[in-house]
């Protein structure tokens, strides 16, 4: 097994190639969106069935059409709140795993790296804003402990004694939420044909750079595998604060619920997982799955082939 501090064949090429992409297909949200465009209430009304924590529930049957617009509405708003903050507090992570770096090519990309991400928490932050601007008498949504928690778990990271677990560790986790966006993309692009639609082009701007993070993340796991009988180590770490952000951002869709009178609780969400018939809940449901180490449906992230675009 290669040393970390050094480059397969195969690596190398992988990483000049993201490099050169990072100069070619990236973007610039100040400039490359149209900050004038909305998203319809047609295309709102869209998204609901396919986006919901409520859909097949059966609690959603009082919802009229212009509540399920907001519910969608706000449903976009939490998502947009939660990649913000992960990218905002992983900035500052992965400026020491820059550090760290001894390779010229993966320090390159790794300036990249960070580059984007900031450029996305702009791009979400002026997004969410714009969102809520639509919302008549628009209750912000609470991300206190969202943002304490994503970063006590950087914090955690950082205190790891070896390096090579802090590596994968932190990419392992960063990976699950980045191929959230990629869901989230092709969820949207799916229900909502017109391009020009406000939600419609942060998504699909956001998969550009990620598709290609989702590579590097490979790349850099594979780089610090553990010793055989470790190897499980950095999923069996990750898997619980997965679970642990994913159940906050579904409690706060319970909160948007019950703003708009569906009688739904907290402890109810173990159910409502069981129950959503949105292909967005589905396809991230069972992608956390297949970061827990004992399900059967886990995979190991650097076999992992992400074929989203």
Same mark, same amino acid.
Request: aromatic share 10%; with cysteine; net charge positive.
């Given at each position: 097994?290669?040393?970390?501090?050094?480059?397969?064949? !195969?690596?190398?090429?992988?990483?000049?190639?993201?490099?050169?992409?990072?100069?070619?297909?990236?973007?610039?949200?100040?400039?490359?969106?149209?900050?004038?465009?909305?998203? !319809? *209430?047609?295309?709102?009304?869209?998204? /609901?069935?396919?986006?919901?924590?409520?859909?097949?529930?059966?609690?959603?049957?009082?919802?009229?059409?212009?509540?399920?617009?907001? /519910?969608?509405?706000?449903?976009?708003?939490?998502?947009?709140?939660?990649?913000?903050?992960?990218?905002?507090?992983?900035?500052?992570?992965?400026?020491?795993?820059?550090?760290? *770096?001894?390779?010229?090519?993966?320090?390159? /990309?790794?300036?990249?790296?960070?580059?984007?991400?900031?450029?996305?928490?702009?791009?979400?932050?002026?997004?969410?804003?714009?969102?809520?601007?639509?919302?008549?008498?628009?209750?912000?949504?609470?991300?206190?402990?969202?943002?304490?928690?994503?970063?006590?778990?950087?914090?955690?990271?950082?205190?790891?004694?070896?390096?090579?677990?802090?590596?994968?560790?932190?990419? !392992?986790?960063?990976?699950?939420?980045?191929?959230?966006?990629?869901?989230?993309?092709?969820?949207?692009? !799916?229900?909502?044909?017109?391009?020009?639609?406000?939600?419609?082009?942060?998504?699909?701007?956001?998969?550009?750079?990620?598709?290609?993070?989702?590579?590097?993340?490979?790349?850099?796991? *594979?780089?610090?595998?553990?010793?055989?009988?470790?190897?499980?180590?950095?999923?069996?770490?990750?898997?619980?604060?997965?679970?642990?952000?994913?159940?906050?951002?579904?409690?706060?869709?319970?909160?948007?619920?019950?703003?708009?009178?569906?009688?739904?609780?907290?402890?109810?969400?173990?159910?409502?997982?069981?129950?959503?018939?949105?292909?967005?809940?589905?396809?991230?449901?069972?992608?956390?799955?297949?970061?827990?180490?004992?399900?059967?449906? /886990?995979?190991?992230?650097? *076999?992992?082939?992400?074929?989203?675009?």
């Amino acid at each position: 097994m290669a040393s970390p501090q050094q480059l397969t064949a !195969t690596q190398q090429l992988s990483i000049d190639r993201l490099n050169q992409q990072s100069l070619t297909r990236s973007f610039v949200p100040q400039t490359d969106i149209d900050w004038s465009a909305t998203t !319809t *209430e047609q295309e709102f009304e869209l998204l /609901y069935p396919a986006w919901s924590l409520l859909a097949g529930s059966g609690r959603d049957t009082q919802l009229h059409a212009e509540q399920r617009v907001q /519910y969608a509405t706000y449903q976009q708003i939490n998502l947009m709140l939660f990649t913000e903050l992960i990218e905002r507090h992983a900035v500052i992570h992965f400026m020491k795993t820059w550090e760290d *770096e001894t390779s010229a090519a993966c320090r390159e /990309y790794l300036a990249h790296f960070v580059k984007e991400e900031l450029y996305h928490t702009v791009m979400f932050s002026r997004a969410g804003e714009l969102l809520y601007r639509t919302l008549s008498s628009a209750e912000p949504l609470p991300t206190r402990a969202l943002s304490r928690t994503v970063r006590s778990i950087f914090f955690l990271i950082r205190l790891l004694p070896s390096r090579r677990l802090r590596s994968n560790l932190s990419f !392992t986790l960063f990976q699950f939420a980045e191929r959230v966006s990629l869901v989230a993309h092709q969820v949207v692009s !799916t229900h909502i044909p017109r391009k020009e639609s406000l939600v419609a082009q942060v998504w699909r701007l956001h998969a550009i750079d990620e598709a290609r993070h989702v590579a590097f993340d490979r790349l850099v796991i *594979e780089r610090n595998q553990l010793w055989k009988p470790l190897t499980w180590l950095p999923a069996l770490l990750a898997a619980p604060a997965a679970v642990l952000l994913s159940a906050l951002i579904n409690l706060n869709e319970i909160r948007i619920a019950r703003r708009l009178g569906v009688p739904v609780h907290w402890w109810q969400l173990p159910q409502l997982v069981q129950q959503t018939q949105a292909p967005f809940k589905r396809q991230v449901f069972d992608l956390l799955r297949s970061q827990l180490p004992w399900s059967k449906a /886990y995979r190991n992230p650097r *076999e992992d082939n992400d074929d989203a675009r």
